[in-house]
């Protein structure tokens, strides 16, 4: 045969292309019913992003980025969706909170494994200006139930906190030290990144490395006080959510602009490259690329990696109506979630305010999400056995009983 495709490329066609392409639409309407807004960038940015956001050290960008110069400006295919979305919302001057969902291809010259290809279709939500620890909780439960939406079952979740500068500048002397006696028992690729990024000593995955690595201090031991009460806040959210989890100390991600709360979820029958979610809190990055100090978190899923464990049909979702839960405390979140699934349950699109916020701000929100109804849910309500609704486009209130709400959610 004359030509080929390349290596680590593939087609898609008949039954494949139909099961992603249904893996997609569950995706657009799922996260949709969240608030999140689909957003398409350009195949190719600068290179210059992604050595900036990435980070120069990282084996992406010394060994996996697709470069070409065009009349002496470097360019670079997209490796990853952050850093786009990221530059897109910095240029076109949008406005905060904000919530995007990107389906997008993407390139690595990586080698190729079974679900691993040097261009590969990736999933991802990205949560800007939200800086409390109950939205890095709320993207783990929104990837959660996106798996069990489209049928995944048998993975699991790990959960760790790499804190912040401060708390890794006084951690990278405290593992040095205990190292110092290791050194020469280290691989090359070690003691290359312990010099230039050294949490990613522990994404090693030579035994002799590992077993050295097992009784190191760890940085989630090592967190500062802030940085510890949102990690605990997070698995205090992550327990009201119903969501089990496993921490894994060692979990660090491979990107340099990951902060506090990183999170995976694996799969068992994948082998060696078992992870098929994987994001965490990014709080540094935006104003890294010139853009204002704004806290972010989001997450990013390879379809095809997910597809290999999956059933053969993936359902569709089609959704509807937007509304918007509000609680006045925390003591209410475990029963705005349950209001939050039965709307969901009828195909419409529902959010959940933080309810550490002031019933103000989350009002607010609800108006720029364009939410059509609000349901508040506090101490008057529990006690008259009621949900409060407010009309958004009148400003009227009434009570609905509680009993009664499911069945009156179309007429609404």
């Not at 045969?1 to 997609?24: C, I, T, W």
């Not at 890095?136 to 079952?153: F, S, T």
């Not at 709080?283 to 997450?299: S, Y």
């Not at 999400?369 to 949900?387: F, N, P, Q, R, S």
């Amino acid at each position: 045969m004359s030509y080929q495709r390349p290596k680590g490329h593939r087609d898609l066609f008949g039954k494949e292309l139909k099961r992603v392409e249904a893996m997609n639409a569950a995706a657009r309407g799922f996260f949709g019913q969240h608030g999140y807004e689909e957003i398409k960038t350009p195949t190719f940015e600068f290179a210059a992003l992604f050595d900036r956001s990435i980070g120069e050290t990282t084996d992406i960008v010394e060994h996996e980025i697709y470069k070409f110069e065009v009349n002496k400006k470097l360019y670079a295919l997209k490796p990853e969706g952050t850093a786009s979305v990221l530059r897109a919302f910095i240029e076109n001057k949008l406005s905060l909170p904000a919530r995007f969902l990107y389906i997008w291809n993407m390139y690595r010259r990586e080698r190729p494994q079974k679900g691993r290809y040097r261009e590969f279709l990736q999933i991802g939500i990205e949560l800007l200006g939200e800086s409390k620890p109950f939205y890095d909780a709320e993207i783990i439960d929104q990837g959660k139930r996106y798996l069990e939406l489209i049928g995944a079952k048998d993975y699991y979740i790990e959960l760790n906190s790499i804190g912040c500068p401060q708390c890794r500048k006084a951690y990278q002397e405290k593992l040095k030290t205990y190292l110092e006696q290791q050194l020469t028992h280290l691989c090359a690729d070690c003691r290359r990144r312990l010099e230039r990024n050294f949490l990613r000593i522990f994404d090693c995955k030579k035994e002799g490395c590992q077993a050295i690595y097992d009784k190191a201090p760890k940085i989630t031991d090592n967190l500062c006080g802030e940085c510890s009460e949102h990690y605990k806040q997070v698995k205090c959210y992550l327990a009201i959510f119903g969501i089990e989890y496993t921490e894994n100390k060692k979990l660090v991600r491979g990107l340099d602009y990951y902060t506090r709360t990183v999170f995976e979820f694996k799969h068992g029958e994948l082998g060696a490259q078992d992870t098929i979610i994987a994001g965490g809190r990014y709080d540094l990055l935006m104003r890294e690329l010139g853009g204002p100090d704004t806290p972010c978190t989001g997450w990013a899923m390879g379809p095809e990696r997910l597809l290999l464990t999956m059933p053969d049909e993936v359902p569709k979702l089609q959704p509807r109506q937007v509304y918007f839960v509000v609680a006045m405390g925390e003591k209410y979140l475990q029963k705005i979630i349950s209001i939050r699934d039965g709307i969901q349950a009828k195909g419409h699109i529902c959010m959940l305010g933080n309810p550490d916020d002031p019933i103000k701000q989350q009002i607010k929100r609800a108006n720029k999400a364009a939410a059509a109804y609000t349901i508040i849910y506090g101490e008057d309500e529990e006690k008259e056995g009621v949900y409060a609704v407010k009309d958004m486009k009148t400003g009227e209130q009434k009570k609905i009983p509680a009993e009664k709400f499911n069945s009156q959610i179309p007429q609404l």
